[in-house]
C-alpha cells in the first residue's frame, strides 16, 4: 500500500500460464484460482458450469476450466493477490463474470483500475466487445455506470445488457 492507496500490479493467468508451464501445486497464483473456483457463487451460471467438475483433482479442475475459454487477471498489492476478474472469451468477446477486491482496498477508486486492466486486455487480445456479467447483478451495473460517465476515457460504448464496445484508441491517461 503506498500511504493509504492501494497500488496495483495486474497479472493475466494466461500468460502466467505460459511462463510457469501450466498448473503447478502450491503456486499462489493457481492455488487462488482454483479456490475461487470451488467456491462459487450460489445460484449462478458458472456453479451450474463447475459443479459437476468439483470432483476433479485441483489440476484437473483448473486445465478443464482454462479449455473452455476461461481466463482472468490477478490484481497484486506488493506482491499479495488482492482482486480479481474473471472472463470466459466467447466468440471473441471477452465476457467477465467474477470481480474482487479486497475490503482494505476498496473505496480508493482501485475499481477503476481494474476495469482498465481488463478493457486493455480486450484491446490487446482483439476482442471488439465486452460483457459485464448480464448487467443485472449489482457489481456489474455499478461498474456499467462507471464506464458509462467515463465512456472517452476508456474509448468504449456501454450497451445494453452488460455489453460494451471496446474501440481501438487506447484510454487518455
Avoid: W
Avoid at 472472463?87 to 474482487?100: A, I, K, N, P, R
Avoid at 482494505?104 to 486486455?121: D, K, P, T
Wanted: proline share 4%; aromatic share 10%.
Amino acid at each position: 500500500m503506498s500511504g493509504n492507496v492501494c497500488v496495483l500490479d495486474t497479472l493475466v493467468l494466461s500468460d502466467h500460464d505460459r511462463e510457469t508451464g501450466g498448473f503447478a501445486e502450491g503456486d499462489p497464483v493457481f492455488s487462488y484460482v482454483v479456490n475461487c473456483m470451488r467456491q462459487p457463487d450460489e445460484g449462478s451460471e458458472f456453479e451450474a458450469k463447475v459443479r459437476p467438475l468439483l470432483e476433479f483433482p485441483d489440476a484437473e479442475l483448473y486445465a478443464r476450466l482454462r479449455v473452455g475459454g476461461y481466463d482472468g487477471l490477478l490484481f497484486l498489492e506488493a506482491g499479495e493477490i488482492v482482486g480479481h476478474m474473471f472472463f470466459q472469451v466467447v466468440e471473441g468477446c471477452l465476457h467477465m463474470f467474477s470481480m474482487f477486491l479486497v475490503p482494505r482496498c476498496r473505496g480508493q477508486r482501485m475499481s477503476g483500475q481494474m476495469i482498465e486492466a481488463f478493457l486493455n486486455s480486450a484491446r490487446n487480445n482483439g476482442a471488439a466487445r465486452v460483457r459485464f456479467g448480464k448487467g443485472q447483478h449489482p457489481k456489474m451495473l455499478a461498474a456499467l455506470r462507471y464506464m458509462k460517465s467515463r465512456d472517452s476515457h476508456f474509448c468504449i460504448s456501454v450497451e445494453r445488457d452488460g455489453f460494451a464496445t471496446v474501440h481501438s484508441a487506447q484510454p487518455d491517461s
